[in-house]
Each structure stands twice: as C-alpha cells, then as structure tokens.
C-alpha cells in the first residue's frame, strides 16, 4: 500500500513570510574583542572613539625650512628677506615635528641657500604647509559608529587612533545539515539514482559572503530520529540551522515533522517559485530553515530568509542590488500562485538593455553559473510579453554586461571556446550564447535582441547554407555574413552500435528509439531534408517529438541510454564517448548586423575567430574544419 503524501501547510505570500520570520525578536550575535587587523569584515557592536589626535604633533606638510611666519613678512621678489640658517629657518622633511616656536614651512624650491643664510622672496602665512596637531583624527572623536563593517582604510584610522582592539559582533554561525539517501560526497562516482552532495558547498560560501560562519555537518539519512537528532544537536552550537532537503511532499521528506516535533513550524510552503517547499520554524529558540533540495530552490529560499537574517544578527541592514530596466526578449507564461524568480542573461544592443530568460527547472544550477540577473514576475501576474519592460536585479557589473557580445542562435561547442579566449585576451568582456536555433537566432536579429547570430541552415532547392534564408527573413538589414567553422553532423549512438544503426531510415524502425532538436534548430532542417529525400514521413520515427536544444543534451540522453540514436554534431559525440556515423559536412555561420560589425567588441571577437589559437582548438574538438574560418561569405546586403 502506498504510503499517503504530505502537502504544504501554506502558500504564504512572500512579502508576509518574510515578515512574519524576520520581525521575530531573534536578537543579535555576542560580542567579542579583536585585535584590530583581524577584526576587518566583521561589524562593529559599539562606537569607537579615538584615544589619541592624529597627527599628535604639528608636522611639516613639506621638505624645506620650518620658520615663524612673523619672520617672513616683508618678504617680496623686488625685497627679498634673509633668514639665518638654525637660527631663524629650521631645515625639516615631510613628516617632521616643527621645531618650537616655529608654524610655517616654506618649500625647498623657494629658497635660495647662500651659505648660512637663506633667501625668500615671498611671505609665508601661520600654518602654511603645516599638518597642525589633530588635522586628521582628534581624540575622543568617533572613529566608527555602531554597527559599520570595517574595511581596510577603517583598520588603519582606528591604529592612527590609538586602538588596537576593537568590539565586534561574532560572526553568526550557521549549522549546515545535508539530508537523503541518495547523497555521496563530492568526489565519489555516483551509481545510477545517486547524487554528488553539493548543495552544502554552495550554502557555506554564501554564509561566508553574508558575514556568518559555516558548520558544514555530516550527510543524514532519511531517518526521523537521525535527523531529530541532527537538528538537535546543530541547534546548540549554532545561531542558524539549515537542513537541505525533505521540506518537499514526498514520502521520506521528514524535515516538517522533525521540526515540529522540536519546536514550532512558522510557515510550510511560501508563495515563490522555485522554492515554494521552504520550511520557517523555530527550534531552541534559534532560527531553523528547510531549504529544498533542488539547488535553484535552495537558493531563493536562502536569498530570501537567510540573507536578510544573517544581517540582522550582525546589526545590519541587508544590503541591495544594482537594478536596471531592460526589455524582456520573449514571451514568458507564470503560475497566478507564486511570485516567480526568473534567471536572466542581459546585453546592450544599441544602447537598450535586454533581458534574455535562461531554463527555469529549480534543479538547473548552470542557469544561476549563466545568470546576470534576476527578475520577478509578481504573484497574480500571468506572465511577460515580449519587449516588456522588466526591472532586474544584477548579479554582475554593469560594465560587464555592457561588454557582452549576445549571440542568439544555433548551439554549438566552439562557442564555448570562443567565449573563454574572449575572456582570456580581454578581461570583462565575454560572449552570452543562447540557444534558441537557427531560426531563431535570425528572428533575434529581425527583433533587436542580439549582436549576432550563429546560423546552419540548409536551403534545399538551392543547396546553399544561410543566404536564402537571411534574404527572406531580413530582406532590408545590410549584413556581414562570417564562416565560423565547417562541422560533420550524423547520427550518434551507443558505443558498439547495439542496435545496428547506420542511415537515416533506420529510425523507422519499431525497437529504435529517437531524440530530436527542437523546431528551427538548424539540425532539425537537415533531418527534415533527409527525411524528405528518402520518402520517410516524420511520424513513424519514435522520438521525432521528443526535443533537446543542444548537441550535448541528445548526446547524454543517448549516453544515459534514455533515446537509441540522435542527430549532432562529431564533437558532441565524442564528448560522451559515443559512435558516430557521418551524414553531412555542414557550414556554421555568424550572422552579423552591419552596424554591429565595427564595434569595438565585435573586431576583438572576429580576431580571435581568426586566430591560430581558436583554429587549434577547435580542431582538437574533432569533426570540424577551419579552413575557412574567419572568411566573410557575404557582405553588406
């Protein structure tokens, strides 16, 4: 009998669960004492005041001769003055105490030494070029106020103060507890239904960027009193508790009643998306969260309470993101129940900023890797329109996103390439690929949403790749057409070819299962050509809807045994160590917008396409061929 699932208790807005956990008198960390070179990045949990004047003593500002300004006046170039040397001028360098008596320095470069006596043909005014006692710090003045994070200038005001101690808030220490059966440590080859335990790496980093101090604890099994006991435990050496995963419905999800059993559960299941499962519970009288397991999730939920809470503890304010308006490239549909949290790549493209959605699965941790920024669609929002003007929330420099080249279009893996020897050579630009096939790189280009487009679209009437197609579709844009590489396509499958597979009519087959590309992918072309020039008609293949949107996604679904057979490229077949037999020699284009084209980042790219750098690397790949790579195909129509 199947055991009953559990259900979320709420769906709690976010604006009210924040509220409701953060307003709860948590208070904050002890305080401790700290020499003041250790105590940088940690608050202070006091004013300090300085116990002595900086500088303590009136010091020349310049090298030269100290005098009484009383003793220059007069002084002109028609009427020079003669002062005696140890006398009436007193030689000191920068930094000197003035020698009693004396406040005025005048500078080497307006004497005129003439053996025991000096020359002066200007008057100097009381305290010129002089640091008067207390011109920087003076004592018992505040140094720092309460609750300020020290910084390295912070560190050397509070020495020229006189303090060498300073007290400061002790880091909150936050308790780490990853849970499941299906966990390994990091290091270890996962058997088939295992997972690499990464999620606590990703907690304890940003714990340490929010000001706290990470207890990573040992992997628990999905077991009620092992984790009672776990939680326990954590919670007396600890401010925070954070258990990963089984805060969800399913049948050894444990977290919520562990936590009630220990205390008291605030709220299960926040209205957010990814990350609704959260768990808000008190155990001890110390904060505990239930962070989902999926590592998207994890995040927003820790973004969310954890960040803000770690501050507070620390006597601060959670500090904010840059934001910027840009327009949405697509349209983007959002459940009414939750307010959702989208994963962005942005880029100026003539001089508007465009916001670009990356894959939403709450398991897809490369889209927070991709991500420039975040944007929220509200709840009781149904989604974004395409051109929709959006605020994001930016996790990189403007700067950078302002040097980033966006190429929308057909997937391929010497982009990759070209995106790392963009960042070698020229630190802060990089190269934001998104893959949405060929035609869709080309509508990109038709909407103003990218630089460049990469393109292999085979025309079958005339057999040319690209032209036609950019000539129908943007007839009025003048364009520099750009051969990146030659690459063979064909037909992936498992190694030794278990099923026997070696044309394209075998996948009619009844025991031959398929995975596709999507619609408009430029590889979904060729098969459809293929498919036409031997009669085959796209039904009876077993898998012809079932689509991918990178050569190295149908590789791993081949690889994993999940789909027989797949169209792609040589390079991503011999990435998962898959048999290949060759179909076709196809031409991979950049699709450039004239006005794009002398762009300063467009000439860096185009150079390092050309380079024997990239060629090399290229090839290392396998099945492709520069020849003709960096060769303009067409220019200007």
Same mark, same amino acid.
């Given at each position: ?75 002109s170039e028609t009427a ?19 020698? =009693? ?130 939680? @326990?435990?954590?919670?007396? =050496? ?98 009414l129940s939750a307010e ?18 990356? %894959? ?8 927070? =890797? ?63 690929? %998104? ?35 950019? +000539? ?27 099923k026997g597979i070696s ?14 590309? +999507? ?71 950049? %699709? ?10 467009? +000439?860096?790219? @185009? ?31």
């Amino acid at each position: 009998m199947l055991e009953k699932r559990k259900r979320y208790l709420h769906n709690t807005p976010v604006a009210e669960a924040r509220k409701l956990f953060l307003d709860r008198r948590w208070g904050m960390t002890q305080e401790e004492i700290l020499p003041v070179a250790a105590a940088v990045g940690r608050v202070t949990s006091k004013a300090v005041f300085a116990k002595m004047s900086s500088p303590h003593f009136h010091a020349a500002a310049m090298d030269g001769v100290a005098v009484r300004a009383a003793d220059t006046e007069g002084a002109s170039e028609t009427a020079p003055k003669r002062l005696l040397l140890l006398k009436q001028a007193f030689p000191v360098d920068t930094g000197n105490a003035l020698p =009693v008596g004396c406040d005025a320095v005048i500078m080497a470069e307006d004497l005129f030494e003439q053996g025991e006596v000096i020359e002066i043909m200007a008057a100097v005014v009381p305290w010129q070029h002089v640091r008067p006692i207390g011109e920087d710090i003076v004592a018992t003045e505040m140094l720092l106020s309460s609750g300020h994070r020290l910084g390295a200038v912070d560190a050397g005001a509070l020495l020229a103060g006189g303090q060498t101690d300073v007290a400061v808030r002790q880091r909150p220490k936050v308790a780490i507890i990853p849970t499941g059966n299906e966990l390994v440590a990091a290091g270890t080859k996962p058997n088939p239904g295992q997972i690499i335990e990464y999620n606590s790496v990703i907690f304890a980093a940003l714990v340490e960027e929010w000001g706290g101090e990470a207890l990573k604890q040992e992997i628990v099994r999905d077991d009620f009193e092992l984790l009672k006991e776990a939680v @326990l435990n954590a919670s007396r =050496v600890s401010d925070v508790v954070l258990v990963n995963a089984g805060s969800s419905a399913g049948r050894w999800d444990y977290t919520a009643d562990v936590l009630a059993q220990l205390g008291e559960v605030l709220i299960h299941g926040v209205a957010v998306r990814p990350g609704k499962p959260v768990i808000l519970a008190v155990v001890a009288g110390k904060p505990v969260i239930g962070v989902p397991g999926y590592p998207v999730s994890a995040v927003v939920s820790l973004e969310l309470f954890l960040k803000p809470l770690l501050y507070a503890l620390q006597g601060q304010q959670e500090p904010k993101r840059s934001m910027l308006q840009a327009s949405f490239s697509r349209q983007f549909t959002s459940s009414l129940s939750a307010e959702e949290w989208i994963r962005v790549k942005v880029g100026c493209v003539e001089e508007r900023y465009v916001a670009t959605p990356l %894959a939403r699965g709450a398991g897809v941790v490369t889209s927070l =890797v991709k991500a420039d920024g975040i944007v929220r669609i509200p709840q009781q929002k149904e989604g974004l329109v395409a051109g929709e003007s959006v605020a994001v929330e930016l996790l990189r420099p403007l700067l950078n996103i302002e040097r980033t080249i966006i190429c929308s279009g057909s997937h391929d893996l010497t982009l990759d390439i070209l995106g790392d020897l963009l960042s070698q050579h020229y630190p802060g630009f990089s190269l934001s690929s %998104a893959h949405v096939g060929s035609t869709g790189g080309i509508m990109s280009l038709r909407r103003g949403e990218a630089h460049l487009a990469g393109i292999h679209l085979l025309h079958e009437e005339t057999g040319q790749y690209n032209i036609p197609f950019l +000539q129908q579709f943007l007839p009025n844009v003048p364009l520099v057409l750009v051969t990146l590489v030659e690459r063979e396509q064909g037909l992936m499958v498992r190694p030794g070819n278990p099923k026997g597979i070696s044309r394209i009519a075998d996948l009619t087959r009844g025991d031959v299962s398929f995975i596709n590309r +999507q619609r408009g992918a430029g590889t979904r072309l060729l098969l459809d050509a293929c498919l036409r020039k031997d009669g085959i008609a796209p039904e009876a293949i077993n898998g012809y809807q079932r689509e991918e949107y990178t050569h190295l996604a149908v590789a791993a679904a081949v690889s994993a045994g999940s789909a027989d057979v797949a169209l792609g490229v040589f390079a991503a077949a011999q990435a998962l160590e898959l048999d290949f037999i060759p179909l076709a020699k196809e031409r991979y284009d950049l %699709a450039i917008p004239a006005k794009f084209f002398a762009e300063d980042k467009l +000439q860096k790219l @185009l150079g390092l396409i050309r380079s024997d750098q990239y060629k090399f690397a290229v090839k290392e790949l396998g099945g492709y061929h520069t020849e003709k790579t960096g060769e303009i195909v067409r220019q200007g129509e």
